[in-house]
């Protein structure tokens, strides 16, 4: 077989092994590290909205926000917050999707926290 081919072969198996996962955030520290328990639902909430999610399921320290078929479980504390989708798909050009919406949740959550 010629090198090229060798080549070609290799980086299509490669490329094919490659898996996309859902974004997760665990224990990310919020910008600004003084707030309550309630200060940081309220940012969450804006963060969420302001992107167009809707939040499904409101419990202390525990948000659904749902968008687009996204739903991400968000966690928080005083401190910090995590993000988990909770019904990622198989389908690695839906995820990709899924991972953008989230990253842009995560940003905005942030940003609602230097406030």
């Known amino acids: 077989m010629p090198p090229r081919m060798l080549f070609l072969l290799g980086f299509l198996t490669l ?10 955030i ?3 520290p ?3 590290p003084i707030g309550t328990q309630e200060a940081r639902q309220a940012q969450i909430r804006r963060a969420a909205t ?5 939040i499904t399921t409101d ?3 525990h948000l659904m926000a749902v968008k687009d078929g996204v739903t991400v479980l968000v966690e928080y504390t005083p401190e910090g ?4 989708e909770t019904n990622p798909p198989a389908d690695p050009n ?3 999707k899924w991972n953008a919406a989230a990253e842009a949740l995560e ?9």
């Open 30 to 32: 919020f910008a600004s």
């Open 94 to 96: 839906i995820v990709e």
């Open 81 to 84: 917050f995590s993000l988990h």
């Open 59 to 61: 419990d202390p320290g």
């Open 107 to 115: 940003k905005s959550i942030l940003a609602q926290s230097r406030a």
């Open 50 to 54: 302001g992107l167009g999610w809707t």
């Open 15 to 24: 490329a094919a092994c490659a898996v996309t996962t859902p974004y997760e």
């Open 26 to 28: 665990m224990g990310e």
